[in-house]
């Protein structure tokens, strides 16, 4: 029978929980102060602990001051007072995961239920929370479906470690092409939901009209068009993980009704007055700076706390360039697999590598070995064969050359010099505006060109030019 210690100063919360978690399955006791809740665990230790954050000696936090008393159980903090940076620092520091009061009888019953399955540990081949080893990148320089052996990525896989045995919400952020979505499908792999599905949605692939029936689903008849039941991405990824890309290209009202899955842990269909219960874990993904996407209005706060609870910052290739060798290689290696036909770099091809700016990223990387291998007629690839490697299209910041075109508060630079001058002090939003404006005309307003070397969807330009054209009408 599994053990649960509650820790809590309400005497009636405490004794309400109590009763909906004592089962033939548990035992359960009680605790209102952290002296007593010490003197609980040292006399039995248990495998679950609900500990609620404020209480009459000191902070619910300070229990993971002893790691050696705690280090047998799992720990959910149960507040009615959480924040973001409670969040964070509880997951830091070992927590499992989280309940808000009032607490969903959803939510408990989906802690209660993990506490009982087996602890994954090294012999199993899946890390406990806190247990890392000696070298998470071991020798082929590969962590899980990632590949790199830098420090900014060794960062990452440690962050991986960490929060991947746990249920917490994970944000990750970076540049188009860096790899998010491979960072998702490690979390997942690594984590306790591993057998169950893993969904990825774009966000900003799905139009506006569709996006809500996509996530959600809808009910036969609820929209014309509607000729049968659907099953939405949340009915879909129960039991495992969904993975929102994208997520600030989600329609602001939908990002409410994401807020209010996201806490209770219910949804329903389009169309259907009926609440579901879900259990995914979400893991989303944005290509922009969240506080600026907030701050443009493409993301909602309250979203964005409930989102960050564990956020992973994935750095563009061109900051892990010691990486490049390994990933190329390993690209390589799969085009192998896959024609037929060995081949490999020559020093020439991979110092041409090296030389590149990557502004698409691994993506970027991955397409042109693919080309370089097709363009290659023996069995070695050389330099030559990577002249195909389009020219930066990241703005320099450099002093203006010669005449250039002004788009905006952007001065355009001639063809010769490939690049935009942008005022010290502009915001991200105008930035990022500029350059794919200026792109676009550089392009000769070709919209595929434009998106490809801004290594971004189509979609994705569309809908950037939709909210210019917006602005531009607005008064």
């Not at 509650?6 to 004794?15: F, L, Q, R």
Request: proline share 6%; hydrophobic share 40%.
């Amino acid at each position: 029978m599994n053990h649960v210690l509650i820790v809590d100063d309400d005497t009636d919360a405490a004794t309400t929980l109590r009763e909906l978690v004592r089962t033939d399955r548990f035992s359960v006791a009680v605790a209102h102060t952290l002296r007593d809740a010490r003197r609980q665990i040292a006399l039995q230790p248990p495998d679950l602990v609900l500990l609620d954050l404020q209480l009459p000696d000191g902070n619910g936090l300070d229990l993971f001051g002893d790691r050696q008393l705690v280090s047998d159980s799992e720990i959910v903090l149960v507040t009615g007072h959480a924040s973001l940076d409670t969040s964070i620092e509880a997951m830091r520091r070992g927590a499992s995961d989280y309940l808000v009061k009032p607490i969903a009888m959803k939510q408990l019953q989906r802690v209660l239920d993990r506490c009982c399955q087996p602890r994954a540990t090294a012999a199993d081949g899946a890390p406990a929370a806190g247990d890392l080893p000696r070298d998470p990148v071991a020798e082929s320089g590969g962590f899980g479906l990632l590949r790199g052996r830098s420090a900014a990525m060794r960062r990452v896989y440690e962050q991986i470690l960490r929060v991947a045995p746990t249920a917490a919400t994970v944000f990750i952020t970076g540049e188009s092409g860096s790899g998010k979505e491979v960072v998702a499908q490690t979390v997942h792999a690594m984590s306790r939901r591993q057998n169950g599905p893993f969904l990825a949605v774009n966000c900003g692939a799905i139009s506006p009209n569709l996006i809500e029936s996509e996530i959600f689903g809808h009910e036969k008849g609820s929209f014309t068009g509607a000729d049968r039941q659907h099953l939405g991405f949340f009915e879909r990824a129960n039991g495992g993980t969904l993975f929102l890309d994208e997520v600030t290209e989600m329609p602001a009202d939908l990002q409410v009704k994401l807020l209010r899955v996201l806490e209770t842990g219910r949804f329903m269909r389009v169309g259907s007055t009926q609440s579901l219960p879900t259990d995914v874990r979400i893991v989303a993904a944005t290509n922009r700076e969240p506080h600026q996407a907030v701050a443009s209005g493409k993301l909602r706060e309250d979203l964005l706390y409930r989102l960050n609870v564990f956020p992973i910052a994935l750095p563009p290739l061109r900051e892990r360039l010691d990486d490049l060798p390994l990933l190329a290689q390993h690209f390589l290696d799969d085009v192998v697999r896959r024609e037929g036909v060995p081949k490999r770099f020559s020093a020439g091809a991979l110092q041409a590598l090296l030389n590149h700016d990557w502004p698409g990223n691994a993506r970027e990387l991955r397409n042109a070995v693919y080309r370089a291998y097709v363009m290659t007629d023996g069995d070695c690839i050389e330099a030559p064969g990577l002249a195909c490697l389009p020219p930066a299209p990241h703005p320099a910041l450099r002093a203006p050359q010669g005449d250039g075109v002004v788009v905006g508060e952007a001065q355009v630079l001639p063809p010769c010099t490939d690049g935009i001058v942008l005022p010290v002090g502009v915001s991200m939003a105008q930035a990022e505006r500029l350059l794919i404006q200026a792109t676009l005309q550089h392009c000769q307003q070709q919209k595929e060109r434009t998106a490809a070397m801004l290594g971004i969807s189509l979609k994705t330009l569309y809908n950037r030019l939709k909210e210019y054209a917006t602005e531009a009408d607005t008064p």
